[in-house]
């Protein structure tokens, strides 16, 4: 079963804390992504990448960087935590860039800042 | 500007009945359309997707959805419900054109009467 894992379900962060998201797929897909879920606000994309140390901004990318070092591990990097940065993390991996087969999603990882 | 509306933030069913979930997009020509659900504390999982031909598609856990280009709509059904499809379902479509950007809806919240 093709999987996408996050590292982390449940993480605790103090502000200004950095912090590292570890999201690893095993599909060989070259296009990976992440969002967080608000309540009332859906998806929004943060960062995504089409390739090994590639990256492009989404709707959302300030106070976040992202890491492709290998092709199967996309890290999303907050590198001052903030208390609204608490959210849930969901990283997401497409065997195309146009998307048309749909996304694999991970389990998410919820953040909480305090 | 594209977007996708759920009307429904929350809807309730009882075990065994119809389920009707809809959604509708905002772009002049056909996108690729995608339905995915969420259980609590998980990511998203992909249950149909239409980019072209028939218009009615067949998904994952009986589920079935019908593209209707006059109305702009793509809804999500199932003849009959179970208490394990109680979940978080987001409608998503992609403008394929350009950046091939998926848009996703705010999601409907279903909850199962036993």
């Known amino acids: 079963d093709v999987k996408v894992t996050q590292s982390s379900r449940y993480l605790v962060k103090r502000t200004g804390e950095k912090v590292f998201l570890e999201c690893v797929q095993d599909?060989?897909?070259?296009?990976m992504f992440w969002y967080r879920q608000d309540p009332g606000l859906g998806l929004r994309l943060i960062y995504f990448?089409?390739?090994?140390?590639?990256?492009e901004k989404g709707d959302i990318p300030e106070g976040y960087s992202v890491s492709r070092e290998k092709k199967e591990r996309f890290s999303l990097i907050l590198e001052s935590a903030s208390t609204n940065q608490t959210s849930m993390y969901l990283c997401?991996?497409?065997?195309?860039?146009?998307?048309?087969?749909?996304?694999?999603f991970g389990s998410g990882t919820r953040l909480t800042v305090v | 500007a594209q977007s996708v509306t759920q009307p429904d933030i929350h809807i309730t069913v009882s075990e065994g009945a119809s389920l009707e979930l809809r959604c509708n997009y905002s772009?002049?020509?056909?996108?690729?359309l995608f339905w995915y659900v969420q259980s609590p504390g998980q990511g998203l999982q992909l249950l149909l997707k239409?980019?072209?031909?028939?218009?009615l598609v067949q998904g994952i856990k009986g589920f079935e959805a019908e593209f209707k280009r006059s109305q702009s709509s793509f809804n999500l059904r199932k003849p009959s419900v179970h208490w394990s499809d109680a979940a978080e379902y987001f409608c998503?479509?992609?403008?394929?054109?350009?950046?091939?950007?998926?848009?996703f809806g705010t999601g409907t919240r279903l909850k199962v009467l036993a």
């Open positions: 990448s089409y390739d090994v140390k590639m990256k």
């Open positions: 998503a479509v992609v403008v394929p054109s350009g950046t091939y950007k998926y848009i």
């Open positions: 997401a991996s497409s065997p195309t860039p146009k998307g048309q087969y749909g996304y694999t």
């Open positions: 599909m060989d897909h070259e296009n």
């Open positions: 239409y980019f072209s031909g028939d218009t």
């Open positions: 772009y002049g020509a056909t996108p690729y």
